[in-house]
Each structure stands twice: as structure tokens, then as C-alpha cells.
């Protein structure tokens, strides 16, 4: 590397060691140069990307996290096609943390790139920028063969709130093979309130995977779709307790009164995050049916349910005198 320095010693001796013979040392001397590294000094982490050991490689990749500039994001992507998993795996973290919507022309040529882990990384650096013109690729890549291409183009428009994809993921949140893409798809579902997304999202409840009923759950909570209530209150009884929690906090932002009774029942629930989720929901409800019941987890071992029980209480009587 022929880099001209200032008389700095400091980075004249960064310099002299990024030449040694030893790659530990290399590598040491490209962290102590993101230590004081200006915007002047990229070209020595884009240089390093070339360098022979992975480490090194892997070391600049990461270094390169902090500067956005043309050359830093194109050796980066470069990168995504290195022989050694650590460098590909540290050029795509960096890539994902741009901030620079400019950085997008430079990504979107590679989404349709052949290697499955290339385009997934390229969508998940588009995700951030939030790019308008990642929408059309993204909406491509709903079809891609590999299912982490395809949650990663679930995340670009759950990003950008593209509503002209929502059927697409409608079917993705039902019909997908792999768990993961549905349990995204359905996160991104709650980008809009069309009653189109409400059948997706009310067979998700029965998904086989718990995490795409948890997801389900929320985002009907979230978009406070009244016609879910039943439904919801069925899933109180899920086999696990994650999906019983965002179910009660659902119930409780719907203000389901038809809830109360099995609510009041999850307050003598043995998992106390339980407890506390169906105390606040009882709270948010403002029903007089759950005042006995709430008063009586005032008494709760934990002291988090008997806070929640406190705020519920003032809420039920705040509800009446309004």
C-alpha cells in the first residue's frame, strides 16, 4: 500500500504495520487505525479488503461499517462473494448498517445477483436505506427460491410500507414452507388494516410454528381489527404461554369485554409475565366485572403483576367516572 501520510508518527507507524509479514499484526494495525481513522483514511480499509488473510479482510469489512463512501460500499459488496464465511458474514453486517440512501444504486444491481446469500444481503442493506425503487426488485424476490431471500425482501417493503405487495404477503403468510418467511410475512401484514389481509392473518393464528401465532396475534392487537376478538380469545388458551401474552396484550388494546372472563382467569396463571399481561389488559378493558379479581392480585407474589393490578384498578374506576 503506497498511501501518502501526513508526519503523524502514530499513523505512519499504523502504516508500517499493515505491511508486516505477520497478518495478526495487520489486523491489530487496522483496529487501532479505526480508532483515529478520518474520512481520508478509508482507502487503507478498502485496500485491506485485498489482503490475504481472512481475518484481515474480515477485520476491514468491519472497520468499514463507519465510512459510506462509493468505494467502501462497492468493496463491501465485493466481499459478499469472498471464499472465507467470516469475511462474507462481516461484509454483510457492515452493508446492512448504510445510512446513506444514496447507496441504494450501488446495491440494486446485485438483488438478482446468482449466489442466494449475496442477494439476501443486498435486500437486508436495502431494507435500511428504505429506497422507494427497492420496491420493485424486493416484490421479485417474494418468489425467490431461497427462503432467506425471500424474508429479506418481506423486511424491504414491511420497511417501506408498500401496500401494493400486501396480497403477496398474504399468500406468503399462509402458504410458505419455511416458518420464518411466514412469521415475516405476517409482521408485515400489519401495514395496512384492508379487511383483504384479515383471513391471512386469522389462519395464522393456527399456524403450526407458536412464533407466527404470536406474530399473528399482535399485529391484530396492533391494527385493533374488532372482528378478530373471538378469535384472539381462543388463543388464550394456546400450548404456549409467548402466544397467551401477546394475545392478552391484543385483547386488551381491542378493548374486548367478551375477553374479561378469561382474563380473569390468566391473573392465577403460574407464569407471573402472564399475570401482569392479563392484569393490564383487564385495565385497558375498563370492565367492573375484573375490579374483585384485581384487587386480589394486589396481593401477587410478584411485584410486577401487583404494579400492573395497581394501574388497572385506577384505570376500572377511572372508567366509571368518566
Request: glycine residues 4%; hydrophobic residues 50%; aromatic residues 2%.
Amino acid at each position: 500500500m503506497n498511501i501518502a501520510f501526513t508526519d503523524d508518527l502514530e499513523l505512519q507507524n499504523i502504516q508500517s504495520r499493515l505491511q508486516a509479514t505477520d497478518s495478526e499484526i495487520r489486523r491489530i494495525a487496522l483496529l487501532d487505525l479505526a480508532d483515529i481513522a478520518e474520512d481520508e483514511h478509508t482507502s487503507l480499509f478498502i485496500a485491506a479488503l485485498r489482503d490475504p488473510a481472512p481475518a484481515v479482510r474480515a477485520e476491514a469489512a468491519r472497520a468499514l461499517e463507519a465510512f459510506e463512501s462509493d468505494a467502501s460500499v462497492t468493496g463491501l459488496i465485493g466481499l459478499l462473494d469472498d471464499s472465507e464465511a467470516q469475511v462474507r458474514e462481516a461484509a454483510a453486517h457492515s452493508l446492512s448498517e448504510l445510512k446513506r440512501p444514496s447507496s441504494a444504486r450501488l446495491l440494486l444491481p446485485h438483488v438478482t445477483h446468482p449466489d442466494a446469500f449475496v442477494r439476501a444481503s443486498i435486500l437486508r442493506a436495502l431494507r435500511e436505506l428504505r429506497a422507494e425503487e427497492s420496491a420493485v426488485p424486493a416484490s421479485a424476490a417474494l418468489d425467490d427460491p431461497n427462503s432467506l431471500v425471500r424474508r429479506e425482501a418481506i423486511g424491504v417493503l414491511g420497511y417501506l410500507k408498500h401496500t401494493a405487495a400486501l396480497l403477496s404477503l398474504a399468500t406468503l403468510a399462509t402458504c410458505d414452507p419455511d416458518a420464518e418467511v411466514r412469521r415475516a410475512a405476517t409482521g408485515a401484514l400489519g401495514l395496512s388494516d384492508t379487511d383483504a389481509i384479515l383471513p391471512a392473518l386469522l389462519a395464522a393464528l393456527n399456524d403450526q410454528a407458536w412464533q407466527v401465532r404470536e406474530e399473528a396475534a399482535t399485529v391484530l392487537g396492533k391494527l385493533r381489527i374488532q372482528a378478530a376478538s373471538a378469535r384472539l380469545i381462543a388463543s388464550l388458551q394456546d400450548s404456549y404461554w409467548q402466544v397467551r401474552l401477546r394475545t392478552a396484550r391484543s385483547l386488551g388494546r381491542l378493548r374486548s369485554i367478551d375477553a374479561v372472563p378469561k382474563l380473569i382467569e390468566t391473573l392465577a396463571h403460574e407464569i407471573s409475565n402472564l399475570r401482569k399481561e392479563a392484569a393490564l389488559a383487564l385495565g385497558e378493558i375498563g370492565d367492573m366485572a375484573a375490579l374483585s379479581a384485581l384487587e386480589h392480585a394486589q396481593g401477587d407474589a410478584d411485584p410486577e403483576v401487583r404494579k400492573a393490578a395497581r394501574i388497572a384498578i385506577a384505570q376500572v374506576r377511572g372508567n366509571q367516572t368518566a
